[in-house]
Each structure stands twice: as structure tokens, then as C-alpha cells.
């Protein structure tokens, strides 16, 4: 099973700022890595796929990058709005073996 | 917009079986996507269950595969889950979702308990 593993586990910053969350994979996962938010009382909302491609919707703040074992979300101009946790996700596998990481908590 | 929502009992006893559906509106089955479950628990995050393609194809997560069957019921847009045997572990949100390798579309979500 590929352990996906995030750092760090909370963050706290100011409106405006700009953060950079980090997801190590235990072995090499190509670019088959996504990123999700999650608020309370919802379900994850996927951002990025393919490392780093924003999903629909999703606004310019918000950059993946990455590949093989290391992978950064990255998110400028900080709104409030964006307190969550954000998860990644490894689709590496085949037959599927999806793992996701614990998560990081950012409060703003 | 493609929207999907689950379905099912909020509780259930130790050893019983688990059975939950996921509706799918505005979208259909039968294309050539998957269509899997999700859950998530305090303890363990969230944790892939499996997933069933248009065709009736399954992948199961190997911790699961014992307890589990996927299906869908194409006349009625929905698939559908069932767990065997649970335990207090199986407590969780339980989401269905579309699968393009990852999740692009998920349901709100449904709380099931498990406790006597």
C-alpha cells in the first residue's frame, strides 16, 4: 500500500498570506496525485488532478506541483474562505489501492 | 450538474449487514466512468472502498473485500453497497462518488453508526 503522508498537520496564517502544503508518497506515484478541501459538514471538493491541473471552478489561487514521491499545494491571497482541511490522494495503482493522507488543517 | 446522494440506515447493530445506495441525478450510469464509495472515520480518515464500473466490473479495497459487494441497478441510475459483519469500526460518513481515477463528483455523505 503506498502511504501518503502530510505535512504539516495544522497550519495557522493571516488573510492574504500564501501556504504551501506538502504530501510525500512512500513510493514513486507518478503525476497520479489529486488534492481536496474539505469545510465542515461536507464532502471533499476535489482542486487539483494530475498533480496540477485545477479542477473546474477552481480558482487561480490554488497550484499543484510535483511528482514521483514529493507533491506542494500551494494557495496565494489567503480568504477566509479557505479554512479547511486538504487531503491528497494517490491513483497510482492498478488494480486500484487509492490511499489518501491524513490531512492538513488550515485555519486562517 | 451531476449530482449523487446517498441513502440508508443511520444505525445498525453489531454483525449486521450494511446495505447503502447511491442515487445518481442528472448524469447516468451508464457512462464510461466508475462509480465507487468513500468513507471516513475519526480514527482513520478517509479510506477508499471500492469501486464498480458501467459494466459491473469491481474493485474492492483488500481490507474490505471479505465484507463487501458493490452492484447497480441501471433502470433506477443507482449503485449500491453492502458490508458484512460489522464492527464499531465500520462507524463512519460513508460518500459515493464519480471515479475518473480520482473522485470528481461526491455525495454529501451519510453518517452510519454502528452500536447496539
Known amino acids: 500500500e503506498i502511504v501518503l503522508t502530510q505535512s504539516p498537520a495544522t497550519l495557522s496564517v493571516s488573510p492574504g498570506d500564501r501556504v504551501t502544503l506538502s504530501c510525500r508518497a512512500s513510493q514513486s506515484v507518478g503525476s497520479d496525485l489529486a488534492w481536496y478541501q474539505q469545510k465542515p459538514g461536507q464532502a471533499p471538493r476535489l482542486l487539483i488532478s494530475?498533480?496540477?491541473t485545477r479542477a473546474t471552478g477552481i480558482p487561480g489561487r490554488f497550484s499543484g506541483s510535483g511528482s514521483g514521491t514529493g507533491f506542494t499545494l500551494t494557495i496565494t491571497s489567503l480568504q477566509s474562505e479557505d479554512s479547511a482541511v486538504y487531503y491528497c490522494q494517490q491513483y497510482y495503482d492498478w488494480p486500484p489501492r487509492y490511499t489518501f493522507g491524513q490531512g492538513t488543517k488550515l485555519e486562517i | 450538474q451531476l449530482q449523487l446522494q446517498e441513502s440508508g440506515p443511520g444505525l445498525v447493530k453489531p454483525s449486521e449487514t450494511l446495505s447503502l445506495t447511491c442515487t445518481v441525478s442528472?448524469?447516468?450510469?451508464?457512462?464510461?466512468?466508475?462509480w465507487g464509495w468513500i468513507r471516513q472515520s475519526p480514527g482513520k480518515g478517509l479510506e477508499w472502498i471500492g469501486i464498480?464500473?458501467?459494466?459491473?466490473?469491481?474493485y474492492y479495497n483488500p481490507s474490505l473485500q471479505t465484507r463487501l459487494s458493490m452492484f447497480m441497478d441501471m433502470s433506477k441510475n443507482q449503485f449500491s453497497l453492502t458490508l458484512d459483519s460489522l464492527t464499531a469500526a465500520d462507524t463512519a460518513i460513508y460518500y459515493c462518488g464519480r471515479r475518473v481515477n480520482y473522485f470528481d463528483h461526491w455525495g454529501q455523505g451519510t453518517l452510519v453508526t454502528v452500536s447496539s
Open positions: 442528472d448524469g447516468s450510469l451508464t457512462d464510461t466512468y466508475y
Open positions: 494530475g498533480a496540477s
Open positions: 464498480i464500473s458501467h459494466t459491473g466490473a469491481t
